[in-house]
């Protein structure tokens, strides 16, 4: 559903001005499907809903705050006696607690209302056996809200941006024969939304996830037991950082790593292949909304291509940086936030579209209150 939204959004802006930033509208469609899963409510059909941009700020914020560069107390102890150092910190916790408790609100005025829809928080507050302490569901309340906000919309527009280049058309060429043929008896806008059956799309969100690298820097991580490496003994307690964006690149593990290759993971097995990109992270800390957000990715991707050509705008001044690091407007952030552009969107076929459109809100029209 929050994906029909989001296309028909944007098809409402393309039909008055087809030169665009896309940010806004797949930030939308990243929190509302969040607050579907989690509180079983969603935002309002719009890039200007309030509570959307009240979180984006206050999470984008925490992202700059939370990112390694900014957090030198961590590192030189005695700056924690500078005073004032959590005040910034204190003041977005407050406004975070502020719209989290609102969407624990109308949860729980639904609950009691019984009009509310399944939902993660819903089943644990509704479950006699729950044990899960009000500390641990507030923790997984905050996750849900803030994880992929900012990483998920980050790929999504980068890879646009990227669809606008010269060989961005080639590669919507091909998906789009690609995906056509991979659901030769299905509608393929309704049938990718149930089963990933093209390959090419599976590996175009695979190496869209290594190229980006939106987490540039992992979170910090303490080691549990002493390590033995190189013969050197690391302790237990020590803090690691793990390169994301180094691991993603680094060329004795890819071939032309700075190269954009829809195709690199086509016709390797996922099974027993280990770890084959670094966009989640590795190991058991591994992201828990992986398997989420590569359904989304898969979805999002697929029906963008089936719906626009993607490219360039005339002006000059307003297309993309496609570097992977000089893309980003905040270097220290935790998270790349891109630079400001705009592309174009051009419609495939804007009848078949508005009739895909239409037919997906008609059968979600149940979820829209």
Known sequence: MEAAVSFNELLNHVKRNNDMDPNGYFQRFALSVSLTLNYGIRLSDSIHDQTLNKVVAVEREMSNFRGIAHNWQDYLPFLRLWPGYKTNAIKYRT??????????????????????????????????????????????????????????????????????????????????????????????????????????MTSFVKEVLRFWSTLNMCFPRTSVKDIIYNGVKIPSGTTFLMNMWAANHDSEQFKSPMEFIPERFMGISANGAGTQHFGYGAG????????????????????????????????????????SIECNAVPTSMVTQPKPFKVKFVPRNIEQLESWIQSSLERTAHLQK
Not at 296 to 309: C, D, G, K, P, S
Request: hydrophobic share 35%; with cysteine.
């Open 95 to 200: 406004l975070r607690d502020e719209y989290i408790l609102s969407f624990y609100g109308q949860l729980t005025e639904n609950i009691a209302n019984g009009t509310d829809n399944p939902c993660i928080a819903g089943n644990v507050l509704k479950d006699p056996e729950a044990k899960l302490s009000e500390r641990e569901f507030k923790s997984i309340c905050l996750s849900m809200v803030a994880a992929g906000l900012d990483t998920l919309p980050g790929n999504i527009n980068m890879t646009t941006a990227y669809l606008s280049s010269p060989h961005g058309h080639e590669i919507q060429e091909r998906a789009y024969e690609e995906i056509i043929n991979s659901y030769p008896n299905q509608d393929p806008w309704d049938a990718c939304v149930s089963e990933e059956k093209c390959e090419y």
């Open 284 to 323: 058991t800390r591994i992201c828990a909304g992986s398997h989420l957000a590569n359904r989304q990715l898969y979805i999002v991707f697929t029906r963008l291509i089936l719906a626009f050509r993607v490219r360039e705008t005339a002006s000059v001044k307003d297309r993309p940086i496609l570097d």
